[in-house]
């Protein structure tokens, strides 16, 4: 089963508003980290925290890290619509003594002129 | 571009056969990842390769199997097709055997099996 479940499944609001994902695991994690998808294209990295820190932020994103509910979010603040795309969260864990990076389902985010 | 090269883009092909999926590392970068990504199972890991040897194994079928050659490009064969391989497959590197660092991806080849 996926590591990491996301939250809401879809997302819509208007540009310029603030969008918020979040994402829950379920085991111990090395780190968390975010990716956006295009519509049918590659995975792009936006943003890695480790599992000792609280707080990451880059440019118009931050990403939080509760390790106590093994949750973490993304808010992309000030929303553009090229901001349009899905969202997925990824947990670089050692699972069955290997090392691996689980991805959740996604938040599909849509960004309305 | 990422830095990641994967060939074919798209691929369209009969049950029953067998196809073969390239990806041409980022330079530099020692380990491979494969992913598949379908409408109901979303993205289901793979394999994972590292300077040429198998690290890690997913949800990786029988009837498929990978490897990484000495120039670290990795191929994913894919055999015996079913309706059901249709997905789109990605491949991924990083500098280091784990994910302490982020992954970059290619754009994938998009595989439908008629």
């Known amino acids: 089963s996926q590591q990491g479940e996301e939250d809401p499944q879809a997302l819509s609001i208007q540009e310029g508003e603030n969008a918020t994902m979040n994402c829950s695991y379920k085991t111990s994690i090395n780190n968390l980290q975010w990716y956006r998808q295009n519509s049918g294209r590659g995975l792009v990295h936006l943003i890695l925290?480790?599992?000792?820190?609280r707080e990451k932020h880059s440019g118009r994103l931050r990403v939080t890290l509760d390790t106590s509910k093994k949750s973490s979010s993304l808010l992309i603040t000030a929303s553009r619509a090229a901001d349009t795309a899905s969202y997925f969260c990824a947990t670089d864990a050692t699972l069955q003594g290997a090392q691996k990076l689980v991805f959740g389902q996604g938040t599909r985010l849509t960004i309305n002129p | 571009d990422s830095g990641v090269t994967q060939t074919p883009k798209h691929l369209i092909t009969a049950t029953g056969q067998r196809v073969t999926l390239r990806c041409s590392p980022r330079?530099?970068?020692?380990?491979v990842y494969w992913y598949q990504q379908s409408l109901d199972q979303g993205l289901q890991f793979l394999i994972q390769y590292y300077n040429g040897e198998e690290r890690a194994k997913g949800n990786i079928l029988e009837r498929f199997s990978a490897q990484q050659f000495p120039d670290l490009h990795s191929e994913l064969n894919l055999s015996s097709l079913e309706l059901g391989d249709s997905a789109l497959y990605f491949c991924a590197s990083s500098t280091r055997g784990g994910g302490a660092v982020g992954y970059t991806f290619g754009s994938g080849t998009r595989l439908t099996v008629v």
């Open positions: 330079s530099g970068d020692l380990s």
């Open positions: 925290i480790r599992s000792n820190e």
